[in-house]
């Protein structure tokens, strides 16, 4: 089944605490991104990765690290959790192809920071 | 102005009726339309994808674009309780850049 999986689903920590969530595909997909979402702002990127090695900011990056060493793999790194980081977040990735710019989404993890 | 802005709801309608949820945009060069319905608790799932202007239909799912007024729209017909979610409108101008998300209306169809 083609998918977006993310661990942990739920995940309660506390501030400083150094913390990855994984996320994988297995839809052989080149663009893969983080998002946050936040009740009243929406969903918001945090970072995005066009191919192996290669990531770039989104709209909300302080305080997170990414890295793409293979393909199918994108963790989320959060060297120094704070509670501002409480929130959903989701994993996608997609072709990155300007005629197939559509987004596989993950079930999401849900962070708090105490 | 943020780069799009969609009305939060909640929008709350009886079965059987005839759903438009609507954002509006401000840069120019989108390209690009979704539509992403988000059940509680799950990820979001693409419903309608459009690229520049016009409409697409699929069953009973219509999605509308008119770049000229930067406007887009999704009507759903014969809504049923199995639509209650949160629709999100995103768009962007390539498909190597970013997605640029409306905050989402939460729809409630009451049988």
């Known amino acids: 089944e083609a998918q977006v999986t993310q661990n942990p689903r739920y995940l309660i920590t506390v501030t400083g605490k150094k913390l990855t969530v994984t996320c994988s595909q297995n839809?052989?997909?080149?663009?893969m991104s983080w998002y946050r979402q936040d009740p009243g702002l929406g969903l918001r990127q945090i970072y995005y990765?066009?191919?192996?090695?290669?990531?770039d900011k989104g709209d909300v990056p302080e305080g997170y690290k990414v890295s793409r060493k293979e393909k199918r793999n994108f963790p989320l790194i959060l060297e120094s959790p704070s509670p501002n980081q409480t929130s959903l977040y989701f994993c996608?990735?997609?072709?990155?192809?300007?005629?197939?710019?559509?987004?596989?989404f993950g079930p999401g993890t849900r962070l708090t920071v105490l | 102005q943020k780069e799009v802005e969609q009305d939060p709801g909640p929008l709350s309608v009886p079965e059987g009726a005839i759903v438009s949820l609507n954002c509006t945009y401000s840069?120019?060069?989108?390209?690009?339309f979704m539509w992403y319905r988000q059940y509680s608790r799950k990820g979001p799932e693409l419903l309608m994808y459009?690229?520049?202007?016009g409409n697409k239909e699929d069953g009973r799912f219509t999605a509308q674009v008119d770049k000229s007024s930067k406007y887009i729209s999704l009507f759903i017909r014969d809504s049923q309780p199995s639509d209650s979610a949160t629709y999100l409108c995103?768009?962007?101008?390539?498909?190597?850049?970013?997605?640029?998300f409306g905050k989402g209306t939460r729809l409630s169809v009451i049988a």
């Open positions: 459009t690229y520049s202007s």
């Open positions: 996608a990735s997609g072709l990155g192809l300007s005629w197939r710019p559509r987004e596989y």
């Open positions: 839809m052989n997909h080149e663009y």
């Open positions: 995103a768009m962007r101008d390539s498909g190597n850049t970013p997605l640029v």
């Open positions: 840069n120019s060069a989108f390209q690009y």
């Open positions: 990765s066009m191919n192996v090695e290669v990531t």
